[in-house]
């Protein structure tokens, strides 16, 4: 389950405002350009974890995953709860929905090299279609008449 507070404020705060912050879309494509960093997105989505169940299934040190969950923090994508020495960390879907509106805007691009290709493949199955039918034979094809001397 993700957490949808953010997404609510996001909408709230970007009411006559239809363009992203520049600077966290930066820090959010940052963020998610490592796949260590994605891996942990992945991991959060719809539950808190703490750093220590975070780091385990990476073979790096646990002071390098709490790097990389600076990174999210920075990003605002994770928000990180301490308790002592306990730190657990839950994700925060606003600023993965503003970098999805950002990118959609791109989409009429694709929808266009994806439209460009099923019209080439269609015209490939046609060809295809046509070279591997089975040729008639002479035997089907009408007689001409024999001229008369």
Known sequence: MLNIKPRLQLV???AGDSQADPDRLDHVFFALSDPVRRNILERLDGQGLLVSELAAPFDISLQAVSR???VLVRAGLVRQERSGR???CSLIAG???EAAVWMNRYS???Q???DLLAAT???IDERRAVETAPKR???NKPRRPTPRK
């Open 12 to 14: 709230g705060s970007s």
């Open 68 to 70: 990389h969950i600076q």
């Open 86 to 88: 306990i730190s657990k």
């Open 95 to 97: 600023p993965l929905f």
């Open 108 to 110: 009429k691009y694709w």
């Open 112 to 114: 266009q090299q994806f």
């Open 121 to 123: 493949l269609s015209e």
């Open 137 to 139: 034979r002479g035997r």
